[in-house]
């Protein structure tokens, strides 16, 4: 069950004020669920990539507030409030192990002059406990109406978007059992702190 809610109340004519509240969920991709995965040993690398059929689903709670002003026909200004509380993430660790402790048999490196002893970079997916993501975002849609001629059919798209997030990643598992894994808090991996599109049409 994901329950939404989405509430609009007119403030006055033309101005609008909306309000959402959601709760999301993406599930990993297939890619990252097969308990398979690839041996590398070319040219020196000790390189071990799997996936993780264990992975729990990317989940949040989220809020969005926004201001609306349609100030013309087919126009509007807008600005807003999103925050997003992530409960689960899902993001790649890499730890240094020794081959025979991960779980492959030993056979798969017959051939290759690499002992099962030696340590490989492991690579894959781990869930973590996820973090706040917040921004604030201004759209502007205006179409060039009050002009005559041909200009009259030209319009204006532009939003911007300033967003910061605090996402738990797990730097060092548990290891051994029962140890004390190390994690850090960091900006969420490929999001732009700053955004922003102009559109003329």
Known sequence: WLPAINIVAEAQENISLRASASQVMTRPPLSQLTP????????????????????????????????????????????????????????????????????????????????????????????????PLRGIEFNLQAPFSFLSGFWQNIGLLANYTHVTSDITYIVNPALPEGAVGRTAVLPLINLSEDTANVTIY
């Open 36 to 131: 398979g995965g690839s041996v590398n040993v070319f040219g020196g690398t000790r390189l071990v990539n799997q996936g993780n059929p264990n992975l729990e689903p990317i989940e949040a709670d989220a809020f969005d507030a926004s201001v609306e002003w349609y100030f013309a026909e087919g126009s509007v200004l807008s600005a807003g409030y999103f925050y997003k509380d992530v409960k689960t993430y899902i993001a790649t660790l890499r730890t240094t192990q020794a081959f025979n402790t991960l779980g492959i048999p030993d056979a798969v490196l017959t051939g290759t002059g690499v002992l099962p002893t030696d340590d490989f970079t492991y690579s894959r997916p781990v869930n973590s406990d996820g973090g």
